[in-house]
């Protein structure tokens, strides 16, 4: 499984604010703030909504930690969609979010 840091996929974001994060947190905890953009698709929903996904594009999967964003990626790669993990999640994010 590909991994990035969140140091690195803040690079990124300043670069392409267009790049496709997809937030695997719950309801509740994107409410407290995600990043800009991102795209929110709950853990246990991933699985029922991958054809919302498009095969040609890479993802960045993100949560709280970096556990939830892990599994997600598994699912994901079995279901043919690049993505990376974003290792350290939303708590080790020091940049903008969105309410």
Not at 33 to 58: D, M, Q, S
């Amino acid at each position: 499984m590909k991994e990035i840091t969140t140091k690195e996929l803040m690079e990124k974001y300043k670069q392409d604010k267009q790049i496709n994060i997809i937030d695997v947190r719950e309801d509740d905890e994107v409410a407290l703030g995600k990043i800009p953009g991102a795209h929110h698709i709950p853990l246990g929903e991933v699985a029922n909504r991958v054809t919302e996904l498009n095969r040609e594009k890479h993802y960045y999967i993100i949560c709280r930690s970096g556990g939830r964003s892990a599994t997600a990626c598994e699912v994901l790669a079995e279901h043919h969609i690049d993505c990376t993990n974003v290792a350290g999640g939303m708590l080790a994010w020091n940049a903008e979010v969105e309410k």
